[in-house]
């Protein structure tokens, strides 16, 4: 059982930035591929960022794509989302996931096994 914690959220104006961190708890960090999703107020949940096992391999939602950089450190079990150049649009509920059963990564939320408890980011006008 992995246990995932998103920190690193909170209020930031537009142009600004903000990195999220993604600590695990077990001490196989480096056999899930991990992923960044996010749930604006009133919409479904949607794809962020997503990188490999080893972190050779990464992939963006077309709308952070060039303002986000997923990355991952797994000497220390933990996973990062630095935002920058953030918009009042990225304004969501931001969710670390791993994924231990696809050999690459994944954009589809179903195919994660386990879940943060999510972490608010909220970019001001």
């Known amino acids: 059982q992995e246990q995932l914690v998103e920190s690193g959220g909170g209020l930031v104006q537009a142009g600004g930035s903000l990195r999220l961190s993604c600590a695990a708890s077990g001490r196989t960090f480096s056999e899930y591929a991990m992923g960044w999703f996010r749930q604006p107020p009133g919409k479904e949940r949607e794809f962020v960022a997503a990188?490999?096992?080893?972190?050779?391999?990464?992939g963006y939602a077309d709308s952070v794509k060039g303002r986000f950089t997923i990355s991952r450190d797994n000497a220390k079990n933990t996973g990062y989302l630095q935002m920058t150049s953030l918009k009042p649009e990225d304004t969501a509920v931001y969710y670390c996931a791993a994924d231990r059963r696809t050999a690459d990564y994944s954009v589809r939320y179903s195919l994660y096994d386990y879940w943060g408890q999510g972490t608010q980011v909220t970019v001001s006008s």
């Open positions: 990188i490999t096992r080893s972190g050779a391999r990464s």
